[in-house]
């Protein structure tokens, strides 16, 4: 069993940073892939940043390239998302999540089979 508990949303104007954070507690082999997802009101649920946990190669979604970094610390067991440059747009509850299988599509939150409770992040114009 993995258990993933967020940290770090709040309010921020546009063009603002926060980073968020994600404690995993649990058996580590039981998953390759950890990712951010994010939730806006009546929107589907999205992925924004996924790494691969056995090397670190991380992935992301277009419309985040370049202003949001995912990074892991194996020693605190703990996953990141820095996010700079945030827009309005940007506003949505976001999830990390532990990916069990190796491969597949990794933006498939249905794929996932971990989550956290989520953390609210606000930006505002």
């Known amino acids: 069993q993995v258990q993933l508990v967020e940290f770090g949303g709040g309010s921020v104007q546009a063009g603002g940073s926060l980073r968020l954070s994600c404690v995993v507690s649990?058996?580590?082999?039981?998953?390759?892939?950890l990712g951010w997802f994010r939730q806006a009101p009546g929107t589907e649920r999205e992925g924004v940043a996924v790494?691969?946990?056995?090397?670190?190669?991380?992935y992301y979604v277009d419309s985040v390239k370049g202003r949001f970094t995912i990074s892991q610390d194996s020693a605190r067991n703990t996953l990141y998302l820095q996010m700079n440059s945030l827009k309005p747009e940007d506003t949505a509850t976001y999830y990390c999540a532990a990916k069990s299988r190796y491969g597949g599509n990794l933006w498939d939150s249905d794929q996932y089979k971990y989550w956290g409770q989520g953390t609210q992040v606000t930006v505002s114009s």
């Open positions: 649990g058996y580590q082999s039981s998953y390759y892939y």
């Open positions: 790494i691969y946990t056995d090397g670190g190669t991380t």
